[in-house]
């Protein structure tokens, strides 16, 4: 791998920049810290369509653009820098899309994909893989799918779904295979559920913050047509397993807090704070130093793993390492700011005295899940291990 951009690669980085200053900054948007998955903006979709820069990895015979992942990742980089609202064709784009290419029907690509690419409106998708008894193991979910003709009956209970209360879609697990004694792993299916289907039911779930973004979902005898039926009958683990790579190894759990990380460094320009304590001024620049060099490691990580996609390998313990790095890094990131700032941190957004112009207090109670969703770090420290590092299982 070569640790330099390339020419063409620093014209797109200032391409994607631009844009953002003509569609974002220039119009007044104000740039603050959010949870993972940002906030939802159909016209920015759209802006970013006509672009080109929805589906951007996706294969030119599948309605995308054929570019790298390289690419994509100095893009969400410049959007993630601004926290760019593009929740709306987020997972559409990065997981959704990608799993149809792979393992979709020719009806369900042709009919989802060139209205994901498009930003169509209708197309905004969530995930419906965690239960309240499974945790981060996939394979011990209870929902159930029974076949019953040309249908699926699904019944059970999702939870932690990330903007469920405004997705049309949710990707959805299931069992299929009812059998005793049958090995989880042989038992499930993928789905895509229409979350307005009689019998589904959105509960919101307010976290710490006193946010919305999680929910809890129930499925009570909700009819799906098997032509919903994503992949093979019964594999559905394992086609899951070929999709969370691309989940875990974006820059964007690197990035879902820079905002607190670029604005800690002009609070410690100001004259008052270097002044009033010098030696908690030099103790902070120590901080933010072993922070940068944090960053920078962890976006070198986020670069290497889409080079290795894009070289056509398969980043699994890579994917794994990098999450379990930019997670932890973001959590140490929020705990040093209010650290930094003391009191003054518990200011909340808007307030006359902020230290900072984002919610420092919101994004330490955020920090929690970030080492939990899309796979707790116990977890996948374990891939890293038996994957990576092939280390015996005892």
């Known amino acids: 791998?070569?640790?330099?951009?390339?020419?063409?690669?620093?014209?797109?980085?200032?391409?994607?920049?631009?844009?953002?200053?003509?569609?974002?900054?220039?119009?007044?948007?104000?740039?603050?810290?959010?949870?993972?998955?940002?906030?939802?903006?159909?016209?920015?979709?759209?802006?970013m369509s006509e672009k080109g820069w929805i589906g951007f990895t996706w294969p030119k015979s599948h309605w995308g653009q054929g570019r790298s992942y390289v690419e994509k990742t100095i893009m969400n980089e410049e959007l993630y820098r601004v926290q760019a609202p593009i929740g709306y064709h987020f997972l559409a784009d990065r997981q959704v899309g990608p799993s149809l290419i792979h393992?979709?029907?020719?009806?369900?690509?042709?009919?989802?994909?060139?209205?994901?690419?498009?930003?169509?409106?209708?197309?905004?998708?969530?995930?419906?893989?965690?239960e309240?008894?499974?945790?981060?193991?996939?394979?011990?979910?209870?929902?159930?799918?029974?076949?019953?003709?040309?249908y699926y009956i699904i019944n059970g209970q999702k939870v932690w779904s990330s903007e469920a209360h405004l997705a049309d879609y949710g990707w959805l697990l299931a069992k299929t295979n009812l059998d005793a004694g049958v090995s989880a792993h042989n038992a499930c299916s993928e789905f895509i559920l229409d979350m307005n289907l009689p019998g589904v039911k959105v509960r919101p779930l307010i976290n710490i913050a006193g946010e919305h973004s999680f929910n809890e979902v129930f499925l009570d005898n909700v009819r799906v047509h098997k032509d919903y039926l994503v992949g093979t009958e019964h594999n559905g683990f394992r086609q899951i397993m070929a999709q969370v790579d691309y989940e875990r190894a974006g820059i964007e759990r690197l990035m879902q807090n820079y905002p607190v990380y670029d604005q800690l460094f002009d609070y410690m320009k100001v004259k008052q704070f270097q002044t009033r304590k010098p030696e908690l001024y030099a103790w902070a620049k120590d901080q933010l130093a072993r922070l940068t060099v944090e960053f920078e490691t962890g976006r070198l990580l986020c670069y290497y793993t889409a080079w290795m996609i894009d070289q056509g390998k398969k980043p699994t313990s890579q994917a794994a390492l990098c999450k379990v790095f930019c997670t932890q890094y973001e959590q140490r990131l929020n705990d040093m700011a209010m650290r930094?700032?003391?009191?003054?941190?518990?200011?909340?957004?808007?307030?006359?005295?902020?230290?900072?112009?984002?919610?420092?207090?919101?994004?330490?109670?955020?920090?929690?899940?970030?080492?939990?969703?899309?796979?707790?770090?116990?977890?996948?420290?374990n891939i890293v291990a038996l994957r990576g590092l092939k280390l015996p299982r005892d």
């Open 1 to 47: 791998m070569n640790l330099t951009f390339t020419t063409e690669q620093e014209d797109f980085r200032n391409q994607v920049r631009q844009f953002v200053r003509d569609n974002l900054l220039n119009k007044g948007f104000k740039v603050e810290s959010k949870g993972l998955i940002a906030d939802s903006d159909v016209s920015f979709s759209k802006a």
């Open 340 to 381: 930094i700032l003391g009191p003054m941190s518990m200011i909340r957004k808007n307030g006359s005295n902020a230290p900072l112009d984002v919610d420092v207090a919101a994004c330490y109670l955020w920090q929690p899940s970030y080492t939990l969703q899309g796979g707790s770090v116990e977890i996948l420290k």
């Open 132 to 150: 309240p008894d499974a945790g981060s193991d996939l394979a011990g979910i209870a929902t159930t799918a029974r076949k019953d003709g040309d």
């Open 103 to 130: 393992f979709g029907s020719d009806w369900q690509r042709s009919f989802f994909l060139p209205r994901i690419v498009t930003a169509e409106k209708g197309m905004m998708f969530c995930l419906l893989f965690s």
